[in-house]
């Protein structure tokens, strides 16, 4: 899961950078208030790769998803962009588990092939 899920967080750091350059063009907004926010996502996409793993990485992965679809506000078109990556990221979610059960399946299959059978002698 984490693999997959850094993938997408590291996708959506550069999306919310672009995404704060539209930001500052188009809206109303200063400059400084649409790079603090904007800065202050990018900075969590990056420390929440790490944190995937942990207790609360996945909801925190989700509220991040939920922010950005909110920032359609400002910039319409990340209703649509946020939209796809909360796809990306119960995809992530998903099937990231289904493959680390698989690779734990796998691992035990192989520990228990490779280890020597006692001699019935």
Do not use: N, Y
Request: include cysteine.
């Amino acid at each position: 899961m984490r693999m997959l899920g850094a993938s997408t967080l590291i996708g959506e750091f550069f999306i919310i950078g672009f995404a704060g350059l539209v930001a500052m063009r188009t809206s109303d907004l200063s400059a400084s208030t649409v790079w603090t926010v904007s800065g202050i996502a990018m900075v969590l996409c990056v420390l929440l790769c790490g944190f995937l793993t942990r207790p609360g990485g996945v909801q925190l992965g989700w509220a991040l998803q939920i922010a950005l679809i909110a920032s359609g506000f400002v910039v319409p078109m990340m209703f649509f962009l946020g939209a796809c990556f909360a796809a990306l990221w119960w995809a992530s979610v998903h099937f990231g588990k289904k493959i680390d059960e698989a690779k734990a399946r796998f691992a035990a299959q192989s520990a228990a092939q490779a280890a020597p059978e006692p001699d019935a002698a």
